[in-house]
């Protein structure tokens, strides 16, 4: 079994679990009290006694490390990871990420007191300048005291109006636009707790400067009113304006509108104040630079590839795709 099981790949791994699971959660439903004791004073027992195993080196346990190097991308995996599923043997090459300004390429880098805290807290300090929050159709609470976090169905991204209704506290995207610089320091470290206002205050001058959304939308802020609204369009610029760019987004991609006007299904759009969360596409070429700043400090589209073919004469062509052609 400890044979047939190491080489197993991690469809075939996940589906023989998922199996086990089930038929352990069926025995255990028809138990009665008294066969529950039984089982669990077994478990308890094998437990006390198995302190010695050597985890180790159980082939079940042991994967290895990631010594493979894929041909194509030089990606590393598992041995357990079959070879195309980083690029598609070569057909699929994503850009790199570009390197970010000084300051927060020093906070990723460095090892000083504040880096050290950043690189400990990378998630937080994304935390603090998301302008999407998280969402799914259905979350599962443990009853009792327990720190895990299930969700069943879909995961998406919402985000709310430019400004919050009064009296409430503003949150992720609206922070941007709170009075002055120090008071949007304030209120980030006052969502997120264990922050430092230093590390915030250099990462917001980063986006302030740098964020092709926060720009943007700080621009629509001034011409703002009741009757309009801004819209984020999903992937395409309007008919007879420049092809789209690949990188950061150009200012037109974000526009103001009037609130009755009609828009595309998949666009983003934005009121001035509202108590409505909107979801976001997944396909939706702001998706990922929404939810994480911190690595699409620009505001550059998370999702877009080229794809390479090599056609009957030999030549190797390359396509930009984006993920709207992609779903597609
Ligand atoms: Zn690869």
Redo the contacts with the bound molecule.
Sequence with gaps: MAIARASETVEERCRRQAANAQRTATARASENTEERCRRQAADAQRISNSSNICYESDPLIAIGRMTLE??????LRWKGES????????K?RLHSLQAPPEHLYTLLTADYSDAVHFQDNVRKYNACFQMTSFGSTKEIREAGFMPTFKVQGQVYHRIGSLQPLRNEEPKFLQIYFVGDKDKQIEQRCRNISNTRPSIVSQIQDMLHQHNSYVKSFKYAMEKMSPELKVVIYADKTPSGQHERRYNAPETSEVAIILAGDKQGSGDISLELRSNRMKKIAETHRAYDALQYPLLFWQGEDGYNFELRQTNPTGEITTKKISAMDFYA
Excluded: D
């Design positions: 894929c041909n194509f991308c030089q990606v070879p195309g599923m980083c690029c598609s043997n070569g699929i």
